[in-house]
C-alpha cells in the first residue's frame, strides 16, 4: 500500500517508536529485529535510513522467495522457514510500514501466521494483515475462511493440565476472537464486509461471548456500517439491541452506545423505540448514581456513556412533544425531564479539573438536548440553560468561553430565547477583543443572532471602533 512521502527529522523516531510498544516487545526476544531498530535509530539521516531499509528489504524478499529450486507452499509462503524466522521478518515489515515506506511483498507469509494454530503466530499476522494488506487484495480471498473460523469457534484453554474441551474443563479464551475483530474492522473491504458482517452481528448478540468480545464485536459492526450504510435494517436490528442496552456491563454499553448512534444517523425512524430504554440507563447514572467502581471518573459515573446517551436523544427533537412534562411524570419523558434538569441545575464547578471537565461535557450535551427540543421543551428550562451559558462566556477558559457562545447561538434561534440571549450583550462584546480568533468568530456569530433594530447601533460601534 502507497504512503504519502514523509520529511525526515531525527525526533520522528522518538514519536514513532512510542506507538510500537508491541515491536519493541517483541524486539527483545528476535535480536536481529532488535539489532534493525537500533540501526534505523542511530541514523543521522534520511539517506541513511532509506539504504538501510533498502539492504532489509532485500534480504527479506529472498528470504521469502529463495529460488534455486526451493519449492513454495500452495499458498505462495516459503515452508522452510521456522516459526521465529517467520514472525521476526513480518515484525521488520510491519515496523518499515509504520515508517512510511511502500511494502508490496510478503502477503503470502502474513496469511501464513493467520493461518496458523499457535496464538504467538496468529497474533503477529493479524496485526501485520491489518497495517500491510487491504481488504481489496486479491489475497484476502483466501484468508476469509480462517477469519470466519476464528470468528465463530473460540479456541479452548486448559484447566489444571488436561486437555481442552468446549463441555468440560476447559475455559473459553476469547483473544483469538478479538484480534479477528479487530482486523476486520482495520481492514473493512466489500467482499471481507459480505462475508462477515452476519457473523459479527451473531456474535454481538450472542449470550457466550465475553464482555470483551461484546465491546470489539460493537465497534466492529460500526466500522462495517459505515463503510456500507445499507448493511443492517433498522427493523430487524432494533430488538437485539434491546436486549444489548439491559446489558449491567458499562463497558458494553458504551461500546453499544457508539454503534447505536452511527445506526441511528443512518436511520433515524428505526431507533426511536429504543429512547425510554436510553433514558432508563441515564437515570440510573444521573440520579442513582448508580456505577461499578472502575466506571467512575472522579467521582463521576461513567460521563463517556452519559454523552453518548444524550447524543442518541438529540436525534429524536420530537421526542417530548404531546406528552405530561410535569416534573411529577411517571413516564419516560417526565424521568427524562428530571434527568435533564439535574444535570443542569447541580452541576457544580470543582477543584479538579478533570473533573470539571467531564462535568461540563455531560452539562453542554444536555443543553444541545435542550436546543434540539427547541420550543417544544418547557421555557423554564430553556431559560435556565440560558443563564447557564451566560456563566460560561464570562469565565477565563478560553474553551469554556468557546463552547458558551457557540451553544448559546443556537439556543438563541429558538423562537422566545433571544431576549435571554440579550441579557449577556455586554459579556458577548468583551469576547469581540479576545485574542482567540476562534472566540472571536463564535462572538460575531452570537451578536448576529441577537441583533436587532434595539441594539444595532451599539453592536454596529463596538465593531467599527
Known sequence: RKRPPRAWHPTHKIHTHKHLTTITTMSSQARGLNNFITDLRNAKSKEEESSRIEVELAKIRKKFNPGGGTKLAADGSNPSLSSYQRKKYIWKLVYIHVLGYEVDFGHAEVLALVRSKKYGEKSVGYVALSLLLRGSDPVMGGVIDTIKKDLTMAPMTKVGGGKSSSKGGGVKNDATQCLALCSLAN?????????????????????????????????????????????????????????????????????????????????????????????????????????????????TPSPWLQIKLLKFLQLYPDAI???????????????????????????????????????HAILFEAVNLIVAWGTTCPPEMREGAMNILGKFISVREPNIRYLGLSTMAQLAQIDGSVEGAKKHQATVLVSLKDADISVRRRALDLLFVICDTDNAERIVDELVA
Open 187 to 299: 481492514i473493512s473491504g466489500l467482499e471481507l464486509i459480505q462475508a462477515m458482517h452476519v457473523e459479527v452481528q451473531h456474535i454481538l448478540v450472542s449470550k457466550g461471548s465475553t464482555e470483551q468480545v461484546k465491546k470489539k464485536a460493537a465497534l466492529c459492526l460500526l466500522r462495517l456500517t459505515r463503510t456500507s450504510p445499507n448493511l443492517i435494517s433498522g427493523r430487524i436490528f432494533a430488538p437485539h439491541v434491546v436486549q444489548l442496552l439491559q446489558d449491567k456491563h458499562l463497558g458494553v454499553l458504551t461500546s453499544v452506545m457508539s454503534l447505536l448512534n452511527g445506526l441511528a444517523s443512518q436511520q433515524t425512524e428505526e431507533y426511536g423505540v429504543l429512547i425510554p430504554n436510553i433514558v432508563h440507563i441515564l437515570s440510573v447514572l444521573v440520579l442513582k448514581k448508580d456505577c461499578a467502581r472502575e466506571y467512575l471518573y472522579y467521582r
Open 321 to 359: 412533544e404531546g406528552h405530561d412534562i410535569g416534573m411529577g411524570g411517571n413516564d419516560h419523558v417526565g424521568q427524562l425531564i428530571n434527568v435533564v434538569t439535574r444535570i443542569m441545575f447541580e452541576t457544580e464547578v470543582s477543584d479538579s479539573i478533570n473533573k470539571s471537565n467531564a462535568d
